[in-house]
């Protein structure tokens, strides 16, 4: 199936929910932690969804990264941007819809992203 990546505009937002889903679960697969799912179409202008994670290592935050961008293409989906590195315990993957953040323990805790942006809606919490 090909995501509709411009459902910004005004089209299709359930396949952007599916997208963002799907990287739940494959970051999921990979032992990624405290897994959190937003809705942040009301708050924010760039995307629709954030995946925030956390992996214990920069090798698992690599293994989540690689999961999650393997299952995406698989679907059809590319990431056009990433940022971060595995040295800065932070690594992004934009998919215009969809925003996932992988992080390591202490930079999740000092970016608390789950405060900054917490006028979303969260539509799914994994512990």
């Known amino acids: 199936m090909w995501y509709n990546l411009l459902s910004r505009r005004g089209?299709?937002?359930l396949e952007g929910l599916e997208l963002a889903r799907k990287a739940v679960d494959a970051a999921s697969e990979k032992q990624a932690s405290n897994i959190v799912l937003l809705d942040v179409r009301e708050t924010c202008t760039f995307t629709d969804f954030f995946v925030i994670c956390s992996g214990e290592s920069a090798r698992q935050i690599r293994s989540i990264s690689?999961?999650?961008e393997?299952?995406?293409k698989k679907e059809g989906a590319r990431s056009h941007h990433h940022e971060g590195s595995l040295e800065s315990g932070w690594f992004l993957l934009d998919y215009?819809?969809?925003v996932v953040h992988i992080f390591?323990?202490?930079e999740r805790e000092f970016y608390k992203l789950e405060e900054l942006w917490s006028d979303a809606k969260v539509v799914?919490?994994?512990q």
């Open 104 to 106: 390591g323990a202490a």
């Open 124 to 126: 799914l919490r994994v």
């Open 66 to 68: 690689d999961d999650i």
């Open 11 to 13: 089209e299709n937002i």
């Open 96 to 98: 215009t819809d969809v």
């Open 70 to 72: 393997g299952t995406l």
